[in-house]
């Protein structure tokens, strides 16, 4: 690094849910971001999903608060149209050259009314909805689109191709928004570093052309299935043939097409297939009741957090059916456009069977414009197009200060395309901590509208929100019923009220109608109730005049089989809503000073790579470990599968936390107890010299987890039978002797009633030690046996060299799991092969059990002290399964690493990073604002009988002892309502939920 003075600027390649999630972390920690985007809005893949599982949430919805935080946010600044063409300087500061190609309208005067898209005459095929359907030359990418002005497709339009043909836009435009002469434009961006997200692109239907898409209108590809069941999709979400448009009685699902397929595909799996294909089985159910589906595979690889769970679901409570089948060919139907699959089961005999449509799964590729990109960037690509990284330090490129993310270093499912967006954020903050701030600015709102003298003019918005609530709930009826409510004087219907588009028309139809309480009815509060109460402080209101009824969750889901009870019931909720918001008065919240130092729980791989981040980012950082030494299980691992010591990365991370300044590390020690709250806490340690007293803002938990035990196939009693991490400290230590035949058994102990997961590094470890037997032992017998080999993404690579090289892969099911006997110093394995039919007996001198991962010793009781919640494995439960991986549902409680759920090393380091990155965004604040709806009291009332006090569990309520009454302490209080429930006298009150606002939608709930 020479002398340049470093920017505190970050450019963000690719606007899909990766590059969004880097933006956010990086503005809401102090930076400057410059998002880019190809195409003319953001929002990515994602925005084009259905739903997401296991949660089976709105994926719009989920994803809706994210799109307009970054669209509004005031240090990022969208860039659309546009792509990186050039990378001068070095990391901490770099000159970054954009071409933004000519949008043809301009975004500040467009006002996304439509009117252009229904006059222009030029139809062209949607590559949105995968071709299902046409849209204009002029057009939104999508509904809820961000930014949400409409684009010219330069390509198609007629003006463009010819200046004296057509212009009907231009006539039709009331914003004058429409320049078809507007040029290209050639930015130059100073920054301080750069991370790459371009997203990824789905495989070809036609990779495999005996299976018919492009020939037969009832194949589609997984992509185009997905627009199908959406409610912004071509069909508004009603599940149909594209044939004859009739609902479908029977779908089947073709897996890995163009994935684990080297003649014609790619040889890698693309990691996400198996379980979208589960969720549009299951979420075609919903659409279409007695429906039945199929789908044909190789390996379930539920591999993720709770994947399995919904795997089983999927089989049991919704009886999808699963095939483990090879296909021979695929036909149509000529009268009745039904799809014919023609296949051979497990069995080995050949079937032939009828489903009305057939969905291919097709896989993930890298984009096409990543060889431009890395040549733009000086960035090197693997062998399969995907950006080349280093494995103990993921997300980093081959050039200094550029960072990747996401499914531009491989196929990923959104839960670690988010963890590695927020891990590249983190350290593209960590090269640029000492200039923070300097180029970030500070939002300000608008002077709040006084309300004190003015009659409730309440406006309501329900939320249609495609099957979610509009399949069920008649929205329509809903909205007609809010106008006749007294109070209310205004009432409309969006189709995500959570858009862009639509926050803008609540803030303009506040000020167009003078409103002075909105009420949304949609779905969760948790999740969105945020979004909106900063919206109307956007538009002039204080935020809590604001109230939301929650028809999906407390309607259209719960009451799905009874529509007009489920409208009924919603019209309750909104009569109910607009009753409390009548009476909603202005909440003011106090702030206070955060402590700037954050305390790590668990001194492994994950912990220590938490910990130094956050300290080179500047951070005081106080790191616990109870045992008498760092580094954790990965002292346990001898090498990776990619043939990498991780006592490398172990002894170096030991030694920079040891000798980092900003670091305290306690050993044998252990959180005793806690108190305080957000950003000043104070937890009491147990250390070897006694009980030590720690102020902090934040707390990072990276526990681990410990490998499992068991008592099966003789393991304890049986001197050859071994688990895969004793394999593989024998393997580094000289090796298995004259061991000539190896078997392993997998899923020992996993996947069944008494553990019901994946433990996800077991297939991994097995082929990684299978491999290195037949290194040091090329003549060695070694048979697999196993369930699914879930060796996903680029693993997939090793799985196939393993077979090349002679290992041999035997199938069980858990009902003929394979029986052992002890045959001397050596053992007889029996396991029926469902190839060949036939009952196989091995001979071993060596048997391996994959054991799998649980939860850490001691979780139960840190859950207690943190009130975090378990999920009912026994590891830590995030906030959001997809969105909000690394974070607990209370803000300033993080998590990482294999106190999350079972990982790899390099997945434990970039949650890690990821977490450092969200617990930077709230250490770097200069203050905390309380929450508004806490407790108070109302002193004339108050008897000073003390039973508030004791029913405080966060230390928020005192008495005062000169005038014995009862008081709270603000920044204390998280607004639980105990206190208010305990109070005999009827002296607490929440506010937000005063009792006559209760009372008042009890009244109205009767009504």
Not at 645 to 656: M, N, Q
Request: net charge neutral.
């Amino acid at each position: 690094m020479t002398d340049k003075k470093k920017i505190g600027a970050v450019l963000v390649v690719g606007g899909g849910i990766s590059g969004m999630q880097s933006a956010l972390d990086l503005a809401e920690s102090g930076y400057r971001v410059y998002l880019v985007e190809k195409k003319p809005a953001i929002g990515g893949t994602m925005a084009r999903l259905d739903k997401t599982f296991p949660t089976n949430d709105c994926a719009m919805c989920t994803m809706s608060p994210k799109l307009v935080d970054v669209g509004r946010h005031l240090n990022i600044e969208i860039i659309t149209g546009a792509e990186l063409v050039g990378l001068e300087g070095e990391a901490g500061n770099f000159k970054a050259t954009v071409l933004q190609k000519a949008r043809c309208v301009d975004i500040e005067k467009c006002i996304g009314c439509g009117a252009c898209a229904e006059k222009c005459p030029v139809k062209v095929v949607d590559d949105f909805d995968g071709g299902l359907r046409k849209r204009k030359a002029i057009y939104k990418l999508y509904a809820q689109a961000t930014p949400g002005a409409y684009a010219i497709d330069t390509t198609k339009c007629l003006k463009i191709k010819n200046p004296k043909a057509c212009g009907k836009c231009l006539e039709a435009c009331p914003a004058g928004a429409i320049n078809h002469q507007m040029p290209d434009t050639t930015l130059e961006l100073n920054v301080g570093a750069v991370i790459l997200s371009p997203g990824f692109e789905p495989m070809d239907g036609d990779l495999r052309e005996e299976f018919g898409w492009g020939r037969y209108d009832n194949v589609l590809t997984s992509l185009q299935f997905e627009r199908l069941l959406s409610a912004s999709g071509p069909t508004m979400g009603h599940l149909v043939r594209p044939s004859d448009h009739v609902e479908p009685k029977k779908i089947a699902f073709i897996q890995c097409v163009g994935s684990r397929d080297r003649a014609k595909g790619n040889q890698y799996c693309s990691a996400v297939c198996c379980m979208y294909a589960t969720k549009h089985a299951i979420i075609a159910q919903e659409h279409e009741p007695g429906l039945e589906t199929k789908i044909f595979y190789m390996d379930i690889r539920a591999y993720g957090k709770d994947f399995e769970k919904y795997y089983d679901r999927a089989r049991l409570q919704h009886g999808v059916k699963y095939e483990k089948a090879m296909i021979s060919s695929v036909k149509e139907d000529p009268q009745t456009k039904n799809i014919i699959v023609r296949y051979r089961n497990s069995d080995g005999k050949l079937t032939e069977e009828q489903f009305d449509m057939l969905v291919l799964s097709v896989g993930l590729k890298p984009s096409a414009g990543n060889a431009d990109l890395a040549k733009a960037c000086g960035i090197e690509l693997d062998s399969f197009g995907y950006c080349k990284t280093i494995e103990f330090r993921p997300g980093q490129t081959s050039r200094e200060g550029v960072f990747a993310s996401g499914a531009f270093c491989g196929p990923r499912d959104i839960p670690e395309t988010v963890v590695d967006a927020s891990a590249a954020a983190a350290n593209a903050a960590r090269l640029l901590s000492e200039v923070r701030g300097t180029l970030s600015k500070v939002k300000e709102y608008p002077p709040e509208r006084d309300i004190s003298e003015e009659d409730p003019r309440v406006g309501v918005f329900v939320c249609n929100c495609g099957i979610n609530i509009g399949s069920v709930v008649k929205v329509p009826e809903v909205v007609e019923f809010a106008k006749t409510i007294p109070g209310v004087v205004h009432a409309e219907e969006f189709l995500f009220s959570c858009s862009q588009d639509s926050i803008k028309n609540i803030k303009a139809r506040i000020e167009e109608h003078k409103l002075n309480r909105v009420v949304v009815a949609s779905c969760t509060p948790r999740t969105h109730a945020p979004l909106f109460m900063s919206s109307i402080r956007e538009a002039g209101l204080n935020p809590y005049l604001f109230e939301q009824a929650n028809i999906r969750e407390h309607s259209s889901w719960v009451h799905r089989d009874n529509p007009v009870a489920a409208t009924e019931k919603a019209k309750d909720l909104v009569n109910m809503a607009v009753a409390k918001a009548k009476l909603l008065k202005p909440v003011y919240t106090s702030f206070m000073d955060i402590n700037r130092r954050a305390l790590v729980i668990g001194g492994g791989i994950a912990g220590m790579t938490n910990a130094l981040n956050l300290a080179d980012q500047g951070f005081k950082v106080v790191l616990v470990e109870r045992s008498d030494k760092l580094g954790g299980n990965a002292l346990e691992i001898k090498y990776t599968i990619k043939g990498n010591d991780p006592a490398f990365i172990v002894k170096k991370l030991i030694a920079d936390v040891n000798n980092h300044p900003n670091i305290e590390l306690y050993l044998r020690s252990e959180v005793k107890e806690v108190a305080g709250y957000l950003g000043n806490y104070k937890t009491t340690l147990s250390t070897p010299s006694g009980d030590k007293n720690v102020d902090h803002g934040v707390v990072i938990v990276a526990t681990g987890a410990q490998e499992a035990t068991t008592n099966e196939y003789l393991y304890g009693q049986h001197p050859a039978v071994v688990t895969q991490r004793q394999l593989e400290q024998k393997l580094a230590s000289g090796g298995i002797g004259s061991a000539k035949n190896i078997v392993m058994i997998q899923c020992v102990g996993s996947r069944n009633s008494d553990r019901p997961y994946c433990s996800r590094i077991c297939c991994y470890n097995a082929i990684k030690n299978a491999l290195k037997i037949k290194e040091q032992n090329p003549d060695a017998n070694i048979f697999v046996i196993y369930r699914d080999i879930r060796t996903y993404g680029f693993y997939e690579t090793y799985y196939a060299e393993a077979r090349k090289k002679g290992v041999i892969f035997v199938r069980y099911t858990l009902e003929e799991k394979p029986q052992v006997a002890a045959n001397g110093d050596k053992l007889t394995v029996t396991v029926k092969d469902p190839i060949l039919n036939k009952v196989l007996q091995l001979d071993t001198d060596l048997l391996v059990l994959s054991t799998g991962i649980i939860p850490s010793e001691g979780t139960d009781t840190l859950s207690q002290i943190f009130k975090v919640p378990l999920n009912a494995d026994g590891f830590y439960s995030e906030a959001h399964m997809k969105l909000r991986p690394v974070d607990f549902a209370a803000d300033g409680l993080y998590l990482c690493g294999l106190a999350h759920s079972p990982k790899l090393i390099d997945e434990s380091i970039a949650q890690a990073n990821a977490a450092a990155v969200r617990a930077v965004t709230m250490l770097s604040k200069d203050k905390l604002e309380s929450l508004g709806n806490v407790a108070m009291v109302n002193p004339k009332w108050c008897k000073g009988c003390g039973i508030c006090v004791e029913a405080c569990a966060y230390g928020a309520r005192v008495m005062n002892e000169q005038t014995k009454v009862a008081e709270v302490l603000d920044v204390l209080c998280q607004g639980c309502g105990a206190c208010v429930a305990a109070c005999p006298s009827g002296a607490s009150q929440q506010k937000g939920f005063e009792k006559a606002q209760i009372l008042a939608m009890l009244d109205a709930s009767n009504s």
